[in-house]
């Protein structure tokens, strides 16, 4: 008998992030004959439940390794990387974080343990139709894209987050420890920009004073 695991490489798939649709797909026979080829395959762990409907072949059997990044994308759509994952990647903070951190466009903030390590995704009220401002696409590995924010953005959603009231320019080159020459890189536009999103006070007076000490 073709098992579930072999139905996936011989469609091509075993490289993708599949969903409940998917596999019902690849699968003929009664909803119930279904559902227990699934369970067989989680079984013999020959696939992995990444969250309640969204599956992924074990590794053994996978060609290429998967981004988190990307993974943060498909166990919560309509999200993108910032906070630490964001200001990580950029290099404004030198840590290696382990918990992947996203923004959400709605719905409450979540947290998922996985077989691939720990996803946040926060969520957090923007002004209309500025919830993609300061966000880019990245596909650093073919067919595997996810949206990140700009090194300003991750650290506003931080700001807000973490409810960060302004403590000085310090507490970012010593708190959090970026470096003074990359907040120089922040331009007006920059400031522009992202001030539109929020309606936090707090996060607008943060913006202000960061503006004022960065133009000094």
């Known amino acids: 008998m073709t098992t579930l695991k072999d139905k996936i490489i011989e469609a091509g798939f075993a490289d993708h992030i599949l969903t409940d649709v998917d596999l019902n797909t690849m699968l003929d026979g009664t909803t119930a004959v279904r559902y227990g080829l699934v369970n067989?395959?989680?079984?013999?762990e020959e696939i992995i439940t990444i969250r309640?409907?969204?599956y992924l072949l074990a590794d053994k059997y996978r060609q290429k390794k998967l981004s988190k990044f990307f993974l943060a994308s498909r166990i919560a759509p309509h999200s993108y990387?910032?906070?630490?994952?964001?200001?990580s990647y950029h290099g404004w903070i030198p840590e290696q974080v382990k918990t992947v951190t996203s923004v959400l466009a709605c719905g409450r903030t979540k947290k998922f343990v996985t077989s691939f390590g720990e996803f946040a995704f926060y969520q957090l009220p923007v002004n209309e139709y500025e919830f993609l401002t300061g966000v880019v696409r990245v596909e650093e590995i073919a067919d595997e894209p996810f949206l990140l924010a700009s090194?300003?953005?991750a650290l506003v959603d931080y700001v807000y987050i973490k409810k960060i009231d302004w403590q000085g320019i310090r507490y970012l080159t010593e708190g959090l420890r970026i470096e003074i020459k990359q907040l120089m890189q922040i331009n007006r536009n920059d400031f522009f920009e992202i001030k539109k999103i929020y309606r936090s006070k707090r996060v607008l007076h943060f913006l202000d004073n960061l503006k004022q000490e960065i133009e000094k």
């Open 81 to 87: 990387i910032s906070l630490e994952s964001a200001l």
């Open 40 to 44: 067989k395959a989680l079984k013999k």
């Open 151 to 153: 090194p300003l953005r």
């Open 52 to 54: 309640r409907g969204l």
